[in-house]
T-cell receptor, first 113, second 110 residues
């Protein structure tokens, strides 16, 4: 079991470029979440999904889009990157129901110049 | 709004006991979770309280009081490896949105 994996681990973008971050889990979890973490800000929810084919907005969704076409994958897209999107991005999955444990991926460090 | 408040930093001595508090302003949630994050690492799950009261897992315990909108994480027999950030979090039951506190940085002195 790989758990939750994230691709890439690190990326540098220029302002205006686009990219997609991939999150994959092999635990057959229903719920998947994308967070960003900035110094002193904790983890802020960007978008999330409660099942294949569903997505919902979190606290800070602007500038991001997501898709959950397959249960095991949750993609986070930046259409036109801005320096304010420089952050560490974490993906997490959770079984759902009465299970509250989130399993986090190792993170993606993104620098937008 | 919905928010969880934690102290930004706590300092304790190796071998001692420390309590990290979390107060929240949210309604309709499943329970209170706690996560640990070491520098450069990903958050890892520590504990969860669905009901009021104390949950114990080894050296770590967590408490919830819904009537007081308050919870805490208790770490006993502190070890240097416990130096990390600790986050409380809730999942809202009306939309499954998860909200995290800003985290408490725990410093442990030898």
């Amino acid at each position: 079991n790989a758990g939750v994996t994230q691709t890439p681990k690190f990326r540098v973008l220029k302002t205006g470029q686009s990219m997609t971050l991939l999150c994959a889990q092999d635990m057959n979890h229903e719920y998947m979440y994308w967070y960003r973490q900035d110094p002193g800000m904790g983890l802020r929810l960007i978008h999330y999904s409660v099942g294949e084919g569903t997505t919902a907005k979190g606290e800070v969704p602007d500038g991001y889009n997501v898709s959950r076409l397959k249960k095991q994958n949750f993609l986070l897209g930046l259409e036109s990157a801005a320096p304010s999107q420089t952050s560490v991005y974490f993906c997490a999955s959770m079984a759902g129901g009465s299970q509250e444990t989130q399993y986090f991926g190792p993170g993606t460090r993104l620098l937008v110049l | 709004g919905q928010s969880l408040e934690q102290p930004s930093e706590v300092t304790a001595v190796e071998g001692a006991i420390v309590q990290i508090n979390c107060t929240y302003q949210t309604s309709g949630f499943y329970g209170l979770s706690w996560y640990q994050q070491h520098d450069g690492g990903a958050p890892t799950f520590l504990s969860y309280n669905a009901l009021d009261g104390l949950e114990e897992t080894g050296r770590f315990s967590s408490f919830l009081s819904r009537s007081d909108s308050y919870g805490y994480l208790l770490l006993q027999e502190l070890q240097m490896k416990d130096s990390a950030s600790y986050f409380c979090a809730v999942r809202r039951n009306r939309d499954d949105k998860i909200i995290f506190g800003k985290g408490t940085r725990l410093h442990i002195l030898p």
